[in-house]
């Protein structure tokens, strides 16, 4: 690969004397192979910073040439003081600063670049024709054809589509999804990955939850420890193997550091190569508490969808939907009913769908509404037992008139850490959540925060009227 840069020679001021370009160039390779060297990571040092060259010398300033905006920000904020260092000691040590300029490419080799990026990028042969990776993960019926399309969803959907026909070559890279929990997030995610495994194509297609990538990563580097012998180039890898990658729930990366440069890394190189990626999670990228503010931008760089909660005409048509492909007759009156029992989460549908279906073959006959009210009073007793703290969430930022997001978020203002400690002490005392699963939805906060919060908000309410109101109320509108 070829890259034209501007200004192709080596310029050097004046102020430095140097035997030839030759040994400018040799000092530079000296500083790209230590940067090799010191970085714990190859994966960062071949997505961002392999391809930098020296371009001139000005006053005491080193000019370097980088691939494009994207790396300039990601090597400006993590990578600079390493290469001043290494630059003053290979190059001058009179140089006290660095200045990045964008590499530009002529037609012909942008089109060299492409095929060069394409050849390195294509995956290793597959002994297998299978093209999805990891098919554990998928489930069979999340297809677009099972996916029942309303109102509130269509743009989520057009847009899945769209990247699912042309992967990589839309505007819409990275599509990133986002809404409350239930809407079918996963779904449309899922229904991308069937429908691109089959096409002719068959590019590989690769689904992963961020907490099995925060598990994976960690797993990696924590094996590289016990073996003294780094194997994270093993897990960069392994998703260089593959041309569309679904990341679910992106929100659970909240406030894991090194996980994210891990993630930033092979999204640059995902977004550089025009490979697809497609995330989902559960807020406004910006909403989501401690996390990279490189990653957000780009998060929110390409198409930003959210899905909503579905009208009653759309849950009428999933369950319609439901009905037919379980063979079982609901007459209107039931479907309306069971519809409107059901504020938003479409999985909580599925659930009393599943009630009033099992029923019916139980008794082998068509429901009638009066048997379908007392399932529905049963299963919402059921739900009671199983409040989950996205619930508890929802309940407390709708009351307090904010966010999900910002209920999660680090902020310690007033407003929102008192609705937020609120929600941490309900999760504990109305759902079978561990302290640890109340911290990883409440932005990734560890263990003790949760517990020092609980104690808080117990001292709280045997002297504060105010707070004992309002998780009173609080609890009688979760278990309603
Ligand atoms: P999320 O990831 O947003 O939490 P899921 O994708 O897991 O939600 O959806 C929850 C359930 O609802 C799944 O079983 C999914 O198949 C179903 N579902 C969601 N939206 C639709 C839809 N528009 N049509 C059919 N089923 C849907
Ligand atoms: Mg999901």
């Not at 042309?166 to 409350?180: D, E, H, K």
């Not at 560890?446 to 504060?464: C, F, G, R, V």
Request: proline content about 2%; hydrophobic content about 40%.
């Amino acid at each position: 690969m070829t890259l034209l840069r501007r200004g192709a020679s080596i310029t050097v001021n004046a102020l430095f004397q140097f035997n030839s370009e030759d040994t400018l160039e040799q000092s530079w390779t000296q500083v790209l192979s230590d940067i090799e060297r010191e970085i714990p990571d190859s994966g960062t040092f071949t997505a961002f910073l392999a391809d930098m060259r020296l371009l001139r010398i000005e006053a005491t300033e080193a000019v370097i040439a980088v691939r494009n905006d994207f790396h300039a920000d990601v090597i400006k904020e993590y990578h600079a003081p390493l290469l001043l260092r290494l630059v003053r000691k290979h190059v001058s040590s009179k140089i006290s600063s660095l200045h990045f300029e964008t590499l530009v490419s002529t037609d012909t080799e942008v089109e060299e670049e492409s095929e060069d990026i394409v050849a390195k990028t294509k995956p290793v042969e597959s002994p297998v024709s299978a093209v999805i990776i990891n098919s554990e993960h998928f489930y069979e019926d999340y297809t677009f054809d099972n996916f029942v399309i309303g109102d509130s969803n269509q743009m989520a959907y057009q847009a899945a589509l769209s990247v699912a026909e042309a992967p990589g070559s839309t505007a819409f890279n990275p599509l990133t999804i986002y809404g409350n929990t239930g809407l079918g997030k996963t779904h449309l995610l899922q229904a991308i990955g069937h429908f691109v495994s089959q096409e002719e194509t068959a590019s590989r297609v690769y689904y992963i939850s961020a907490l099995d990538f925060l598990k994976k990563y960690t797993d990696c580097v924590k094996e590289g420890i016990e073996k003294k012998h780094n194997t994270i180039h093993l897990f960069y890898q392994e998703f260089d193997a593959i041309d569309v990658l679904l990341i679910d729930d992106v929100q659970h990366l909240a406030g894991k550091e090194k996980t994210q440069k891990a993630f930033l890394a092979i999204f640059a190189k995902f977004i550089s190569c025009g490979k697809q990626i497609v995330l989902s999670t559960d807020c406004l990228p910006e909403e989501i508490p401690n996390m990279h503010e490189g990653l957000v931008s780009h998060f929110t760089g390409g198409m930003l969808i959210d899905v909503q909660a579905p009208t009653q005409k759309t849950k009428i048509d999933i369950l319609r939907q439901k009905a037919k492909t379980d063979n079982i007759q609901l007459s209107p009156d039931v479907l309306c009913y069971l519809a409107a029992q059901v504020t938003t989460n479409i999985r909580v549908l599925e659930g009393l769908f599943t009630k009033v279906l099992a029923s019916s073959i139980f008794c082998n006959s068509e429901p009638s509404i009066e048997t379908v009210q007392e399932l529905v009073d049963d299963y919402k007793r059921d739900i009671r037992a199983r409040i989950t703290t996205e619930l508890v969430q929802e309940k407390v930022a709708s009351y307090f008139s904010l966010s999900v997001g910002q209920l999660r978020a680090q902020s310690r203002k007033r407003t929102v850490a008192y609705p937020r400690s609120i929600a941490i002490y309900l999760c504990r005392t109305l759902t079978k959540m561990s302290l640890k699963s109340i911290g990883i939805n409440f932005g990734n906060r560890d263990y003790s925060t949760i517990i020092h919060t609980i104690k808080k908000m117990e001292q709280d309410l045997a002297t504060d009227d105010t707070a004992q109101k309002d998780v009173a109320l609080l609890s009688k509108l979760i278990q309603s």
